[in-house]
């Protein structure tokens, strides 16, 4: 019963720091999805004239937007933090952004959950150093 709830509370633990260290700033932010957009189709658009500045500073920032242009969807992204620029795409780049967002959170979810495991057994192997080899006795 002890060693469950050391269990438990080690898990409990290891999520609340997993959760502590996903707070990410927002250039952290732009530099995860920016090359996903870029990979995705979408067109980066430097903020290099005044009308862009002011245009970019005017968007919401760091967030996929979108609206109806010439009856099709377009959608954007824009960088007034590290790049100062817009990302700019059609529909299916969107899908293919969306993709990548997909396989890219399945990555991330199978490495904290073999992070967790690789910490529960050194957790476990632990425990039993304290008590020696109990298969032996």
């Given at each position: 019963m002890r060693s469950t709830?050391?269990?438990i509370a080690l898990l409990s633990?290891?999520?609340f720091l997993a959760g502590c260290a996903t707070q990410e700033t927002p250039t952290q932010r732009a530099q995860r999805i920016e090359p996903m957009l870029a990979a995705?189709?979408?067109h980066v658009h430097p903020a290099d004239t005044?009308?862009?500045v002011a245009n970019l500073q005017g968007l919401t920032p760091l967030k996929v937007?979108?609206?109806p242009k010439d009856g099709?969807?377009?959608y954007w992204f824009a960088d007034p933090v590290y790049c100062q620029c817009l990302y700019v795409g059609n529909e299916d780049a969107y899908d293919r952004y969306q993709q990548l967002r997909l396989q890219q959170k399945v990555a991330n979810e199978q490495e904290e959950t073999a992070q967790l495991n690789e910490s529960a057994a050194s957790q476990e192997q632990m425990n039993f150093g304290l008590w020696g080899d109990p298969f032996f006795y």
């Amino acid at each position: 019963m002890r060693s469950t709830l050391g269990k438990i509370a080690l898990l409990s633990l290891l999520f609340f720091l997993a959760g502590c260290a996903t707070q990410e700033t927002p250039t952290q932010r732009a530099q995860r999805i920016e090359p996903m957009l870029a990979a995705a189709g979408f067109h980066v658009h430097p903020a290099d004239t005044p009308a862009r500045v002011a245009n970019l500073q005017g968007l919401t920032p760091l967030k996929v937007s979108f609206a109806p242009k010439d009856g099709k969807m377009r959608y954007w992204f824009a960088d007034p933090v590290y790049c100062q620029c817009l990302y700019v795409g059609n529909e299916d780049a969107y899908d293919r952004y969306q993709q990548l967002r997909l396989q890219q959170k399945v990555a991330n979810e199978q490495e904290e959950t073999a992070q967790l495991n690789e910490s529960a057994a050194s957790q476990e192997q632990m425990n039993f150093g304290l008590w020696g080899d109990p298969f032996f006795y």
